[in-house]
């Protein structure tokens, strides 16, 4: 049963860890909460969970195991899964998104050009009957604006969630 637009729960995610400095992971930690940002002032979700929200330097991620499950809970609960992908990295949520694949959440992914994705994910685009809904949406930008992403993402739950944007 689709979730009604104020019961819909989105789980947001990007690449953290995948940063060679604390400055690096601030500037796509502020890119990643600017689009979140207008995802949460355009749609009616009942909530966006999102790990990186109150986590303001490496030097505050938790165990990983603490995390793990802390993560899965949060896409138990998520109707969508919704992943910024900005370029190729070796990052948890790539985990993430193949929990939400075997949660058979609804699943849209931006990426700046689907060959950054890791293989298998490239193929989840095509209809499956064994897998959930998958759209890949590339930016192809080389500086995205947020609202753009943000935009493409909620085309994305209001075709397949039914979720209304504020005006």
């Known amino acids: 049963m ?8 989105a789980f947001f995610a990007f690449p953290m860890a995948d940063v060679s ?5 601030r500037d796509n930690r502020s890119f990643a909460l600017d689009v979140l940002k207008e ?14 929200r109150e986590l303001d330097s490496t030097a505050r991620f938790s165990a990983s195991a603490d995390a793990l ?21 070796l990052s948890s949520v790539l985990i993430e998104a193949g929990i939400a694949i075997a949660l058979k ?7 700046r050009s689907i060959d950054d994705l890791p ?17 890949i949406v590339e930016w192809l930008e080389a500086a995205p604006d947020p609202s753009l992403v943000a935009n493409k993402l909620l085309d994305y739950c209001s075709r397949k969630l039914n979720i209304s944007r504020r005006r």
């Open 2 to 9: 689709r979730p009604t637009k104020l019961q819909a729960r």
């Open 21 to 25: 400095s604390n400055a690096d992971y």
């Open 39 to 52: 995802i949460e002032t355009a749609a009616v979700f009942k909530d966006v969970y999102c790990a990186a």
């Open 69 to 89: 499950l802390t993560d899965y809970r949060a896409l138990l609960r998520a109707d969508v899964f919704l992943m910024l992908y900005p370029r190729a990295a």
């Open 105 to 111: 959440k609804e699943i849209c992914i931006v990426c």
């Open 119 to 135: 293989f298998l994910l490239r193929a989840t685009g095509k209809h499956h009957a064994e897998l959930p809904s998958i759209q």
